[in-house]
T-cell receptor
Framework: SQQGEEDPQALSIQEGENATMNCSYK?????LQWYRQNSGRGLVHLIL?????REKHSGRLRVTLDTSKKSSSLLITASRAADTASYFC????????????FGDGTTLTVKP | DAMVIQNPRYQVTQFGKPVTLSCSQT?????MYWYQQKSSQAPKLLFH???????NEADTPDNFQSRRPNTSFCFLDIRSPGLGDAAMYLC???????????FGPGTRLTVL
């Protein structure tokens, strides 16, 4: 089974609202990454957080990591219609160089 | 611009007819990955190369093979495509000092 599980599976919000997506995983990790995928396209890397970090920011994105709970969250503030996409977390256990395991993703719809 | 290129973007093949998908990169990354992604699902790692070392996932069907003739190119060969192999195939690279994966736009495979 996949290492990461994401919650919710789908999220629909109004433009300007904040969106929060959660990722849980099962085993110890070296790092956790969040990716975005527009429909029918490849994945785009958003942010990487290492196991010794608790929070990272990038523009309107904020990622937290709680290794004791084996969970991470991605917060998108002041959402825009262009943020509509699927968001995946990916965990790297460090056992095989660069190999990550992807969660099932959260589909975010931002209504204008 | 440095990038990951996949050709073709759309591929149609017949049941049982061998097909090859290609990926090239200008990032000079030492790791290249092939993922299969079916609709509304997470990308599933098929295999990856660390330089010339091939790493096959345990549950990747024998029907799927890969070649990496040099650093820049990697090929996915599907020897006898079945209807269940219809999916988006994503190539990604990683290397250098980060674990970030850089994805190509994908090849959408249709099996008739």
């Amino acid at each position: 089974s996949q290492q990461g599980e994401e919650d919710p599976q789908a999220l629909s919000i109004q433009e300007g609202e904040n969106a929060t997506m959660n990722c849980s995983y099962k085993t110890s990790i070296n790092n956790l990454q969040w990716y975005r995928q527009n429909s029918g396209r490849g994945l785009v890397h958003l942010i990487l957080i290492r196991s010794n970090e608790r929070e990272k920011h990038s523009g309107r994105l904020r990622v937290t990591l709680d290794t004791s709970k084996k969970s991470s969250s991605l917060l998108i503030t002041a959402s825009r219609a262009a943020d509509t996409a699927s968001y995946f977390c990916a965990t790297d256990a460090g056992t095989n160089a660069g190999k990550s395991t992807f969660g099932d993703g959260t589909t975010l719809t931002v209504k204008p | 611009d440095a990038m990951v290129i996949q050709n073709p973007r759309y591929q149609v093949t017949q049941f049982g007819k061998p097909v090859t998908l290609s990926c090239s990169q200008t990032l000079n990354h030492n790791v290249m990955y092939w993922y299969q992604q079916k609709s509304s699902q997470a990308p599933k790692l098929l295999f990856h190369y660390y330089d010339k070392d091939f790493n096959n996932e345990a549950d990747t069907p024998d029907n799927f093979q890969s070649r990496r003739p040099n650093t820049s190119f990697c090929f996915l060969d599907i020897r006898s495509p079945g209807l269940g192999d219809a999916a988006m195939y994503l190539c990604a690279t990683s290397g250098g000092s980060t674990d970030t994966q850089y994805f190509g736009p994908g090849t959408r495979l249709t099996v008739l």
